[in-house]
């Protein structure tokens, strides 16, 4: 199983980016996907998380400007990010946590410019 995030860049403080993170091979057993970030100097902190039935979870500091999503054909999990400010700057990974193990992807930076 590999997870290939994708999407980042810079952006400007308002701006908007989507990020995605395909999946390849075989994924059962899936309990939840979730998006996590890492500022430079700073601990890994989760971001959003999305069960398998579609009920979607926030960290207060992204809540009501980010949105995540998953795409079952297309084997695809995404985070629409809104209105992004110079704190949301950080690498971002898709992890994805089934029942027999967790599963990281490489991470995508995104920078916002003020």
């Known amino acids: 199983v590999q997870l290939q995030a994708s999407g980042g860049g810079l952006v400007q403080a308002g701006g908007s980016l989507r990020l995605s993170c395909a999946t390849s091979?075989?994924?059962?057993?899936?309990?939840?996907m979730r998006w996590y970030r890492q500022a430079a100097g700073k601990e890994r902190e989760w971001v959003a998380a999305i069960l398998p039935n579609g009920s979607a979870n926030y960290a207060d500091s992204v809540k009501d400007r980010f949105s995540i999503s998953r795409d079952s054909a297309k084997k695809t999990m995404y985070l629409q990010m809104n209105t992004l400010e110079p704190e949301d700057t950080a690498v971002y990974y898709c992890?994805?946590?089934?029942?027999?193990?967790?599963?990281w992807g490489q991470g995508t930076l995104v920078t916002v410019s003020s």
């Open positions: 091979g075989r994924i059962i057993g899936i309990k939840v």
């Open positions: 992890n994805i946590n089934t029942v027999y193990g967790n599963h």
